[in-house]
């Protein structure tokens, strides 16, 4: 009597929301193999150059809740900045300067290991240059020597070189040509061997956001073994930059055609990818809402969680091997501030908390309810709703993300699952609110992510985004 009471409450529940809602049927088909998505952050080189404080307890505090993770440094101001390893000066918070110091940068090492983000650390490509155009590599030997003089490879995931050299040249006439930059990477790799024979740091790179002609040529330029991952960059909005049109309006955050803006780019870079250097992984290096430092008050706001939720799911399902996001903290690039942060206002250096902000805990719920397996997801698709599976981390259950880009609610009626569910729906005020909610409630850097056990059909209300994680028949194929 009572499985058919309950039977008849859940048969009720989904014919009342099959009336006053779309009800979506889901069919999930196969696991995808074994496909870590990389979990990544980057702190512009800007950053450093402005003085980002790595000894701030605070900022220390929020990222740690990130790791285990891989923390990029680098962005386009990586080939400007210089290390002296004789300077031994502390660095002042906020002060501006293009070399880093061995005390700074030691900080930058003792932040990585605090944190268990390694460090995947950009160095100078483009100024330091001979007179025949060959790579100086005299600067970055500093650096290797200083990470074996403190015996600091533990803290270090590996290094890149440069950092979007399609644009650099592009924009100057002294950058690189693809056939070049191979040769100063394979260049890099005899230096890493020399003086860490023994360690598995990798090497990244080119770090492109432009140009697949040269990432072509690069790619079938480069010596095998050199390479650990092809990197890439896109973005799929314009933030404000000079004059220049950008899509800095709050429609846009929501907009499906125009975040499926970087669906051909990304497509046309993971094709190059499968043609010339198909056995390494593809990881995507930068990515937010907007390029150019991120819209204000929009990239880092509820309004941004839409685009990357969206793209923590595609790259997965796609077999991306990585992503990282711009930015976690500080500065970015030539850009004012950093508007798509994770932590603080834009341009944070110190001394204020660093106050998370909505694609914070989207990142920590994705880390906690994902695991490395994708499961396909059979539905007739929608343009304002994305949804996607993955097996959990544990193998019992398997977690749906959905994105609901429009004003229709939905119910998600999945086969095969449980009635019963656990619900991590993420809400705000306003698409413009800085603060979000997890089931109702407000998060802060301390907040246990908890979801709520519910009963009947699994409904996705308008402009909201987050997760289910479902049990029952539907599992199954997450536990061989």
């Known amino acids: 009597m009572v499985k058919m009471a309950r039977a008849f409450v859940a048969l009720s529940a ?10 979506i049927k889901v069919n999930l088909g196969n696991v995808k193999p074994s496909n870590p998505l990389l979990n990544g952050f980057n702190i512009d080189a800007a950053s450093l150059y402005h003085g980002l404080d790595f000894n701030d307890a605070n900022l220390i505090h929020a990222a740690q809740r990130l790791g285990p993770g891989v923390l990029r440094v680098g962005g386009g101001m990586a080939d400007q900045i210089r290390f002296n390893g004789s300077d031994h000066s502390p660095r002042v918070p906020g002060s501006v300067s293009h070399t880093i110091s061995a005390t700074y940068w030691d900080s930058l090492v003792a932040f990585s290991r605090a944190t268990k983000l390694q460090l995947l650390f950009d160095l100078n490509c483009f100024q330091f240059r001979t007179e025949t155009g060959a790579w100086d590599p005299s600067n970055a030997i500093m650096v290797l020597q ?13 290094f890149e070189l440069g950092n979007e050299p399609a644009h650099y040249v592009k924009r100057n006439t002294d950058g690189p040509n693809a056939t070049q930059l191979a040769m100063n990477f394979a260049h890099l790799r005899q230096l890493v061997t020399k003086y860490f024979p023994r360690s598995s740091l990798r090497l990244f790179g080119p770090d492109l956001c432009c140009g697949f002609e040269y990432l072509d040529d690069f790619l079938q330029a480069l010596s095998p073994g050199v390479l650990d991952a092809v990197t890439v960059h896109s973005y799929p909005l314009r933030g404000p930059k000079g004059n220049a049109t950008n899509n800095c309006q709050l429609g846009n955050m929501t907009n499906p055609i125009l975040l499926d803006g970087s669906d051909a780019t990304l497509a046309a870079y993971a094709l190059s990818r499968d043609l010339y250097a198909k056995d390494l992984p593809i990881v995507l290096g930068e990515t937010a809402t907007a390029g150019d430092g991120g819209c204000p008050e929009l990239s880092n706001r509820y309004s941004a969680g839409f685009f990357w939720l969206d793209q923590l799911g595609r790259l997965h399902a796609q077999g991306w091997h990585g992503v990282f996001r711009q930015d976690l903290a500080g500065w970015s690039g030539d850009a004012t501030t950093s508007n798509y942060a994770l932590l603080g206002p834009p341009g944070w250096t110190n001394g204020t908390n660093p106050t998370p902000h909505p694609d914070f805990f989207t990142t920590l719920l994705w880390q906690q309810l994902a695991g490395d397996r994708a499961v396909e997801v059979l539905w007739q698709e929608l343009t304002d709703l994305r949804i996607y599976a993955s097996c959990t981390n544990d193998n019992t259950s398997v977690t749906v993300a959905f994105v609901n880009l429009g004003t229709q609610v939905y119910g998600l009626n999945v086969v095969g ?5 656990d619900d991590y729906t993420l809400t705000a005020a306003s698409l413009t609110s800085d603060v979000v909610m997890l089931n109702g409630n407000a998060l802060n850097v301390n907040s246990t992510l908890a979801g709520v056990t519910r009963t009947g059909t699994p409904e996705i209300a308008a402009h909201t985004y987050g997760f289910f994680v479902l049990k029952g028949d539907v599992a199954t194929r997450c536990q061989s």
Do not use: E, I, K, P
């Open 14 to 23: 989904l014919l009342a929301l099959a009336r006053s809602n779309s009800l």
């Open 146 to 158: 200083r990470v074996q003089d403190q015996n600091q490879v533990d803290a270090l995931y590996g």
């Open 417 to 421: 699952a449980d009635m019963t569910f």
